[in-house]
């Protein structure tokens, strides 16, 4: 059976919520984090080679950034229907939105939140304006982003936008898509459980 090394109310907590959409047989194991506020530290039992989260081991194999654990979780548990498998229609489209997370949104969500821009930057992973574009663009005539179904990619992309209310647009389209994923039974699940541990 996989092991996550997860800290509660971390980026690991959706790969939690993702485990309880799929029914996955995961253990989860709690290891502690250096916060921002100067509490926590590195924990000596957590095999991430910073010591991060999430981090999943299978076996001898070991996974680490989020897109690349949710597509080895779902692409193992194809029957939740929660990411298109490999020769499904939109399997592009949704190893995109994985990928457009971990190499444009969350670097662009840093970066606004560090107030950092450089004509670089920007030029390669353009801005959280031209982020919320793509976001709003998809969302416009179906409630997730790859359709009529929510997917592991609308848990995955909503997520920053779960912990931290204030980088919310004032765009209906991209505020209902987060309330939607906010909304999900498995989320709530884990919010609750992570708020009452606190
Ligand atoms: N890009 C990584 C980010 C992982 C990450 O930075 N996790 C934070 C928790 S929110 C962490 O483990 N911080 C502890 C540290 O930096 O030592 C991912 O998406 O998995």
Same mark, same amino acid.
């Given at each position: 059976?996989?092991?996550?090394?997860?800290?509660?109310?971390?980026?690991?907590?959706?790969?939690?919520?993702?485990?309880?959409?799929?029914?996955?047989?995961?253990?989860?194991?709690?290891?502690?984090?250096?916060?921002?506020?100067?509490?926590?530290?590195?924990?000596?039992?957590?095999?991430?080679?910073?010591?991060?989260?999430?981090?999943?081991?299978?076996?001898?194999?070991?996974?680490?950034?989020?897109?690349?654990?949710?597509?080895?979780?779902?692409?193992?548990?194809?029957?939740?229907?929660?990411?298109?498998?490999?020769?499904?229609?939109?399997?592009?489209?949704?190893?995109?939105?994985?990928?457009?997370?971990?190499?444009?949104?969350?670097?662009?969500?840093?970066?606004?939140?560090?107030?950092?821009?450089?004509?670089?930057?920007?030029?390669?992973? %353009? @801005?959280?304006? +031209?982020?919320? #574009?793509?976001?709003?663009? $998809?969302?416009? =005539?179906?409630?997730?982003?790859?359709? /009529?179904?929510?997917?592991?990619?609308?848990?995955?992309?909503?997520?920053?936008?779960?912990?931290?209310?204030?980088?919310?647009?004032?765009?209906?389209?991209? %505020? @209902?898509?987060? +309330?939607?994923? #906010?909304?999900?039974?498995? $989320?709530?699940? =884990?919010?609750?459980?992570?708020?009452? /541990?606190?």
């Amino acid at each position: 059976m996989p092991t996550l090394f997860h800290a509660p109310m971390s980026r690991s907590s959706g790969i939690v919520t993702l485990i309880d959409e799929l029914g996955a047989d995961v253990d989860i194991r709690q290891v502690s984090i250096p916060r921002q506020d100067g509490s926590g530290q590195t924990d000596p039992a957590n095999p991430h080679p910073e010591g991060k989260v999430p981090f999943l081991v299978d076996g001898t194999d070991t996974v680490r950034e989020r897109g690349a654990i949710v597509l080895y979780l779902t692409d193992q548990y194809p029957e939740a229907g929660l990411g298109p498998i490999e020769g499904s229609p939109q399997r592009g489209e949704y190893l995109s939105w994985l990928f457009y997370y971990q190499g444009v949104m969350e670097p662009v969500f840093i970066l606004h939140a560090a107030g950092l821009s450089h004509p670089m930057v920007s030029a390669s992973l %353009r @801005d959280m304006e +031209a982020m919320l #574009a793509r976001l709003s663009d $998809a969302l416009e =005539t179906r409630p997730y982003l790859l359709g /009529e179904r929510y997917s592991a990619a609308d848990l995955l992309c909503s997520s920053p936008f779960q912990w931290f209310s204030d980088l919310l647009p004032d765009n209906p389209r991209i %505020r @209902d898509w987060v +309330a939607r994923c #906010a909304d999900r039974p498995a $989320a709530k699940r =884990t919010l609750e459980r992570e708020m009452a /541990e606190a």
